[in-house]
């Protein structure tokens, strides 16, 4: 099953993607983004395996990268016909594009800034507000209210790869070098915590009291 959010509010789709991902805590959520590589893409793709445990993929902004595109829309008919739920964030997309990735979609929907409104944030992505402006105090106690709202561990961390990421795009200089650290850093996280079969929260707690220092 293949669920797509897209447009140009990427707050907006990570609130309503999250939400949905709430519900499905019990299984496994694996995400892939751009960071990733093609290995890891085609691995992910390949499927659980016969005693595979239960889980949701998450494609985050990976439709951006030309190679891993060519890739995945070999395998969209095959993502609309399984059982596996393949949740697809993207920002804004070409029109094409759009099309072709909504034809196998089970449902899709759009998440665009209104012109000249002012649109008010949910407060988990103060996480990526205090990551990106280097606020120590803040991003430890807005990562303590994410726990205490039970926001999911696979959420936290997608957001704060998202300022992480949207800082590097915006920055130059050593603003840049830093957040280019910060974007490989959170990337290889998820994969440190597997192999060291560390649970994603403590991680997490662990990273941030790290970056934190």
Known sequence: MLLLYSGTDREAIREA??????????KK??????ANSIGDLQSVLQGAGMFGESRVVVLDGVFANEEMRTILFEVLPRMKATEEQFFVLEGKLDADIRK?????????ERFDL????????????????????????????????????????????????????????????????????????????????????????YALERYILSVSK
Do not use: C
Request: charged share 35%; net charge positive.
């Open 17 to 26: 993607a999250n939400k949905a991902l709430g519900k499905e805590r019990k």
């Open 29 to 34: 959520i694996v995400r892939i983004t751009d």
């Open 100 to 108: 072709k990735i909504e034809k196998y979609a089970e449902t899709f």
């Open 114 to 201: 209104p012109s000249g409104k002012q649109v008010q944030r949910s407060e988990i992505f103060s996480l990526a507000h205090a990551l990106k402006r280097g606020d120590k105090k803040a991003l430890w106690v807005s990562y303590q209210r994410a726990l205490v709202r039970n926001e999911a561990p696979e959420a936290i961390h997608g957001v704060l790869f998202w300022g992480a990421k949207d800082m590097f795009l915006k920055s130059s200089g050593s603003a840049r070098a830093r957040a280019e650290t910060l974007v490989a850093e959170l990337a290889e996280l998820p994969h440190e915590a597997r192999r060291r079969s560390f649970e994603l929260e």
